[in-house]
């Protein structure tokens, strides 16, 4: 059974950063694009940032130039770098991940706090 596994979460001041990582384990094979959605208290999911295998990649406006997604394809692990962190990215953060197949994957979440 495959899962996702999100790590690097934590509290940080405003104007700091901090790298989130997931990694794919298991039977996850053939991974197309990979993703990070976030989920702040009393609001919906949304998506922060997308991957595809080739390296395209989309960002929600809030966070474009602040925020950088990458991923390591041998190790079906990706990345979000978050710099310049504010109060309002304040969420727990969710890694995804879709196959070929159009199988979709979910990490656990990994909770990022923002506050002085």
């Known amino acids: 059974q495959g899962q996702l596994v999100a790590s690097g979460g934590g509290l940080v001041q405003p104007g700091g950063s901090l790298k989130l990582s997931c990694a794919a384990s298991?039977?996850?094979?053939?991974?197309?694009?990979m993703g990070w959605y976030r989920q702040a208290p009393g609001k919906q999911r949304e998506l922060v940032a997308t991957?595809?295998?080739?390296?395209?990649?989309t960002y929600v406006d809030s966070v474009k130039g602040r925020f950088t997604i990458s991923r390591d394809n041998a190790m079906n692990t990706v990345y979000l770098q978050m710099n310049s962190l504010k109060p309002e990215d304040t969420a727990v953060y969710y890694c995804s991940a879709r196959t070929s197949s159009s199988v979709s994957y979910w990490g656990q979440g990994t909770r990022v706090t923002v506050s002085s």
């Open positions: 298991g039977s996850i094979f053939r991974i197309n694009t």
């Open positions: 991957i595809t295998n080739s390296g395209t990649t």
